[in-house]
T-cell receptor, first 112, second 115 residues
Framework: SQKIEQNSEALNIQEGKTATLTCNYT??????LQWYRQDPGRGPVFLLL?????KEKRKERLKVTFDTTLKQSLFHITASQPADSATYLC???????????FGKGTTLSVSS | ETGVTQSPTHLIKTRGQQVTLRCSSQ?????VSWYQQALGQGPQFIFQ???????GRGNFPPRFSGLQFPNYSSELNVNALELDDSALYLC??????????????FGPGTRLLVL
């Protein structure tokens, strides 16, 4: 069955450092992969989408890579800030109309 | 542009009861998906509706059912509630445009507690 693993449940870093979150998937060949941010008690908020033919995508301090050979996506937050503290979810997706399958998420804590 | 709204925000029910959760899609969106999120877990897909028809279902029993209305709002119904149904229920709307990669816009969720 399809399986998504986000490398660690919790990641603690200092303000200003780069946070790197990992998403690995098995038994799956997604056409794209999305990353979402979720704050406690709130719904996930879309951050970035990367397609299978794209190696890298950037948005402000965020960068996502997608390696379909390794079946892995890396999510980077540069110059991290305490406001970046949240749970980050990866969600590989299939073709149009198919549901997203979410990983358990990685909880990032940025300390000042 | 109005975002996704859900009601109620919180709900307490007892085992065996039935519950209906409601969702209003973001303006212009034609697809709605429902997810269940237990504490410490990622959202689990329940089902999706596209133009009032169910268009995919996750590994949930038939006592989880839904509807999508002509204005693309939606309901999630759960019968014969069990303790394990306690979770955050999320509704997400999207616009199916034919290409892969639909961004989903989530509502704030309904927190259901089954006693």
């Amino acid at each position: 069955s399809q399986k998504i693993e986000q490398n660690s449940e919790a990641l603690n870093i200092q303000e200003g450092k780069t946070a790197t979150l990992t998403c690995n998937y098995t038994n799956y060949s997604p056409a794209y992969l999305q990353w979402y941010r979720q704050d406690p008690g709130r719904g996930p908020v879309f951050l970035l989408l990367i397609r299978e033919n794209e190696k890298e995508k950037r948005k402000e301090r965020l960068k996502v890579t997608f390696d379909t050979t390794l079946k892995q996506s890396l999510f980077h937050i540069t110059a991290s800030q305490p406001a970046d503290s949240a749970t980050y979810l990866c969600a590989p997706g299939g073709q149009a109309g198919t549901a997203l399958i979410f990983g358990k998420g990685t909880t990032l804590s940025v300390s000042s | 542009e109005t975002g996704v709204t859900q009601s109620p925000t919180h709900l307490i029910k007892t085992r065996g009861q039935q519950v209906t959760l409601r969702c209003s899609s973001q303006s212009g969106h034609n697809t709605v998906s429902w997810y269940q999120q237990a504490l410490g877990q990622g959202p689990q897909f329940i089902f999706q509706y596209y133009r009032e028809e169910e268009n995919g279902r996750g590994n949930f029993p038939p006592r989880f059912s839904g509807l999508q209305f002509p204005n693309y709002s939606s309901e999630l119904n759960v019968n014969a509630l069990e303790l394990d149904d306690s979770a955050l229920y999320l509704c997400a709307s999207s616009l199916r445009s034919g290409g892969a990669g639909e961004t989903q816009y989530f509502g704030p969720g309904t927190r259901l507690l089954v006693l």
